[in-house]
């Protein structure tokens, strides 16, 4: 059978459909149609995928899964690179709470980030003793708040006697220091 894949191309696979149930002691037995997918030129590792809608054709159930791979992988990395889902909280419904807004906030240092780069790269900052080949989420949060704390300092102050006027390189120091340790 010829399906939607990957990259928004079309594979040819080899696929075997059935019907069975999931059994776990001490929960209820739930129905479920499996499906194995071999490709007949062995490039991709066969797999077998679960569904719940026993009704729901072979071939749908593997291109629900293809289009939700981008999606798995988006929180398998919010997993292992922003720490989403191991938050400290007392209660699971603060946990159903923060991950959502920490999701959303990545999504906006991300956008905010993309404009303000336009199309150039983000430098990685290094230190002498670690050396990274493409820059962080750390180096991106630090560059979204480099560029907006002067702004938000700078429409604050207003002309008053107790402002203190300080050297523009000392001033981008501090707010490059600032923006690396919050």
Do not use: N
């Not at 929180?75 to 191991?86: K, S």
């Not at 002309?159 to 600032?178: G, H, N, Q």
Request: glycine share 4%; charged share 20%; with cysteine.
């Amino acid at each position: 059978m010829t399906l939607r894949w990957y990259g928004g191309t079309r594979r040819r696979v080899e696929l075997a459909s059935g019907t069975a149930v999931w059994y776990h002691s001490g929960k209820r037995v739930v129905p479920i149609r499996w499906v194995l997918i071999r490709d007949p030129l062995a490039e991709v590792a066969p797999q077998a995928l679960l569904s719940t809608d026993q009704a729901c054709a072979p071939q749908q159930i593997v291109e629900w899964c293809v289009l939700r791979w981008q999606l798995e992988v988006t929180f398998e990395a919010a997993r292992a690179h922003l720490g989403v889902e191991t938050q400290r909280q007392w209660s699971d419904l603060a946990i159903l709470r923060s991950t959502p807004a920490l999701l959303g906030l990545f999504s906006l240092i991300t956008l905010f980030a993309h404009q303000l780069l336009q199309g150039q790269e983000l430098a990685a900052r290094q230190a002498a003793w670690y050396h990274k080949r493409l820059p962080t989420f750390s180096d991106t949060l630090a560059f979204v708040r480099h560029h907006l704390w002067p702004v938000s300092i700078s429409w604050m102050s207003g002309a008053k006697d107790d402002v203190v006027i300080i050297p523009k390189a000392l001033f981008e120091r501090l707010t490059d220091t600032l923006a690396y340790a919050a």
